[in-house]
């Protein structure tokens, strides 16, 4: 009920602002024309935020961008374009430099004690087989296993983990895997081991594998490669049967170092002469299954169009706003790290940063909230139209915005549902048809509601 009278009285007051040339928001008091402001844009958003055109127009035009490759490039030069077709006051480039990967083949097949072919997508940075490799398999249940088990166990075989990922809301199934992909090779190494095999990091019962980076420690790399939920399973019943499962291992890939990407920026220039920016993230590469429409295409086009729609308005933001498009978050954060390590002083300017990279599902709670209690409470109100609470829970960055905000930049999160994330996540299926419309809509509403405060609350 107070929440109606409250949206009431800010919709007349924001028809008065709109209807009369002789009120200007200097006649409304300052907070009521901001929040009058933010629910313009909040409906326009609502209406057609542009957004979908966007990435479809990403999907579409360039599709995979895996970061070093060519299409990396064209998605860097169609992002330069795309801000300055939505008006951005100033776009520009910063270089990303990185040793770039890619894959070149792969195969996996059981050979004995029967033969069948597996469905595999080697892991980003991973090294090749030279040539087959044949192994005996030993299977351990996750990360924590293979750590217990005897260097006996495991020397001259093929580890294979197979810890399923639970389906949550909060997407938080994925942390409690993330290790068997990002860190059990150099472990499995350690002890002898030849290459490494996964469960892919994923929630679906479809044979796309899921792929994602691999981190080697220093001089113990071996192959590692995700097979998908299906394919585990089947390894499960056979290694049930026998002991003795071999498989044949077959992965060829290339690296080039010193690569080079951008970092691409879009600014609207704000009011204030004391140059403070608010920040809107996400990143621009993305893995090279799919098309990269969810991960991270919905970030890119969601913060594009936010910033776009603050530029329609008549009077600009008191601080600036800037969208920043990072390079290769993908397989090394390369992007986020460089724009971290700007001068203190360039860093000391953002007053508040978000992240979108998680996914195209709707928004459902602001967490980690600003200091400033005045803005908070703005952005509750003008959040709470789209389902969006304060839920008090920790909250998290985002993978690139985690560099900047060790380096000191506030930041706040807005958190999406991310219960059928990791159906699709890093395989061939993130393509354009897993994005919702209205859900785009909604986060594009929340995201410039926040930015529009952001940028002018005192
Ligand atoms: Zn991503």
Redesign the pocket.
């Known amino acids: 009920m107070a929440r109606r009278l409250l949206n009431h009285s800010a919709a007349l007051l924001l028809a008065a602002y709109l209807a009369s040339p002789f009120v200007g928001a200097e006649t409304l008091p300052a907070a009521a024309a901001d929040e009058a402001t933010a629910g313009l844009l909040r409906e326009r958003a609502l209406a057609d935020s542009g957004a979908y055109k966007i990435v479809e127009s990403l999907t579409t035009e360039v599709g995979a961008r895996p970061a070093g490759s060519d299409a990396d490039a064209r998605a860097v030069a169609w992002a330069v374009a795309k801000f300055r077709a939505l008006g951005y006051d100033k776009v520009y480039t910063e270089p990303v430099k990185f040793t770039a990967w890619r894959r070149l083949s792969e195969s996996a097949e059981v050979i004995a004690p029967i033969t069948q072919r597996l469905a595999v997508t080697t892991l980003g940075n991973s090294v090749g087989t030279n040539g087959p490799l044949d192994a005996e398999m030993v299977r351990f249940q996750d990360f924590e296993a293979l750590q217990s088990a005897p260097a006996d166990s495991v020397r001259g075989r093929i580890v294979l983990l197979t810890r399923r990922m639970e389906r949550h809301r909060d997407g938080s199934g994925y942390a409690r895997v993330l290790q068997m992909r990002s860190s059990a090779a150099s472990l499995a190494a350690t002890k002898g081991a030849v290459a490494l095999l996964i469960r892919s990091l994923g929630t679906d019962d479809n044979r796309l594998p899921h792929t994602g980076s691999v981190n080697y420690a220093p001089g113990n790399a071996i192959p590692a490669a995700a097979i998908s939920g299906p394919d585990a399973d089947l390894l499960e019943r056979l290694v049930q049967r026998t002991p003795s499962v071999r498989l044949r291992l077959n992965i060829a890939t290339q690296t080039q170092a010193d690569s080079t990407s951008y970092n691409v920026i879009g600014e609207i220039t704000g009011q204030d002469a004391k140059p403070e920016i608010v920040m809107m993230s996400a990143?621009l590469d993305s893995w090279d299954l799919g098309t990269g429409a969810v991960?991270?295409g919905f970030?890119v086009a969601l913060t594009m169009a936010a910033g776009a729609l603050i530029k329609q308005l008549p009077q600009a933001p008191r601080r600036t706003i800037r969208v920043v498009l990072f390079a290769n978050?993908?397989n090394g954060f390369d992007g986020a790290r460089a724009y971290a390590a700007r001068d203190a002083g360039d860093l000391s300017r953002h007053y508040l940063a978000i992240e979108s990279?998680w996914g195209a599902g709707r928004i459902y709670a602001l967490r980690h909230p600003p200091q400033d209690a005045e803005l908070t409470a703005r952005l509750s109100r003008a959040l709470a139209p789209l389902g969006i609470t304060l839920d008090g829970a920790a909250g998290a960055p985002g993978?690139d915005l985690g560099f900047l905000a060790k380096a000191g930049v506030p930041w706040i999160q807005l958190a999406q549902d991310a219960t059928d994330l990791f159906d699709h996540h890093h395989s061939a299926n993130d393509t354009l048809d897993k994005i919702d419309p209205a859900s785009l809509n909604q986060n594009v509403a929340a995201y410039t509601t926040f930015a529009w405060l952001a940028a002018n609350t005192p």
């Open positions: 990143h991960d991270d970030g978050e993908e990279d993978p």
